[in-house]
């Protein structure tokens, strides 16, 4: 597994993390199996990875009370990474969305960055949390300024409830302010071969300026595993049946990215690797990426995802599978 810094926060993380939305279960992800989630990341933590990346509003706490458990024993050892200001709990923010039964608002105010700290310090029965990240940004009609927002974050800090603070979701401007304000040390974001956008503007602004990125959605919610065939269909209620969110998963979508992933057996066979740590080997790879995050339900996914750590990909092969993804075009 190789080893990269969050920034300049002095922490030392894996370069595969474990993402655990799928952890907190719901309808959204047609359930979750707990004692198989704590097997996976503790099969991860076996197998090299020492970050894992929670937050509240995956199954409303549910998420960080499975990874508080997987920690247990163990806190000084894994870098434990989760967010704010996904709101529940009344009506302060702004509406976001209504998803599992609940109404959530993104409330990045003071007040409730300070109950939901304690909310997720309690859960991941710690004393300390190490990334503390803001989920998305603020919006109106209660569109907090950022300088409180990350006065309050700093006043977590030196409270020593917090050793570092990053962002999940931010267009340059809001970057730019963030940093500005106070000390972040990463962001994080969508990007996958597929959706490669960041590379425009948010990658190469954060390795200018020393930021760690942690990149979800790297495989594209399994479709990069070459696992999902064209039989597979999906309850209405889970994310990857919203064909207008993720496009890609459309028939005549999955079609050609199966198509492209059956074109790199060679590679994986070079590599002695599997299609799933050939991907997220690329991704990791790429200029910019520092952490790449992979979600995981069963401890033989976990034990995959960590074996992409240590590939070393050859500057030719990246290139051969950037352009094979670009031959794909946009999405239909």
């Not at 993380?13 to 992800?29: I, L, Y």
């Amino acid at each position: 597994m190789q080893y990269k810094p969050l920034g300049a926060s002095g922490i030392e993380a894996s370069v595969v993390a474990a993402g655990t939305w799928v952890t907190g279960g719901g309808a959204a992800w047609n359930g979750v199996d707990d004692e198989e989630s704590l097997r996976a990341l503790d099969a991860a933590f076996d197998h090299g990875v020492n970050f894992v990346d929670t937050a509240p509003a995956y199954g409303w706490g549910h998420s960080e009370e499975i990874v508080g458990k997987a920690i247990k024993g163990k806190r000084d050892k894994i870098v434990v990474a989760t967010k704010c200001g996904m709101w529940w709990e009344d009506a302060r923010g702004s509406f976001h969305i209504h998803l599992d039964g609940k109404d959530t608002y993104i409330s990045l105010r003071p007040d409730t960055i300070a109950v939901e700290v304690e909310n997720s310090l309690r859960r991941l029965g710690t004393d300390y949390i190490d990334l503390y990240q803001t989920h998305w940004p603020a919006k109106e009609p209660e569109n907090t300024p950022i300088e409180d927002t990350v006065a309050a974050l700093m006043q977590l800090k030196d409270a020593g409830k917090v050793r570092a603070i990053g962002v999940c979701n931010l267009s340059i401007p809001q970057l730019e302010a963030y940093c500005a304000a106070g000390d972040i040390v990463s962001d994080q974001f969508r990007y996958s071969m597929l959706y490669r956008e960041p590379e425009a503007d948010v990658l190469p602004w954060c390795d200018a300026h020393n930021l760690a990125t942690l990149t979800y959605m790297s495989l594209e919610q399994g479709l990069l595993t070459g696992k999902i065939g064209l039989d597979r269909t999906f309850k209405e209620d889970e994310f990857r049946s919203n064909e207008d969110w993720n496009p890609w998963f459309k028939q005549v979508n999955r079609r050609k990215v199966l198509a492209m992933l059956d074109g790199w057996k060679d590679l994986t066979e070079k590599y002695a690797c599997t299609l799933v740590q050939l991907v997220i080997a690329w991704t990791a790879a790429q200029s910019g990426v520092t952490h790449v995050l992979c979600g995981m339900r069963t401890a033989e996914q976990a034990k995959q995802n960590a074996g992409a750590g240590s590939i070393d990909l050859a500057p030719e092969d990246c290139a051969r599978m950037r352009e094979d993804a670009m031959t794909l075009g946009d999405p239909e």
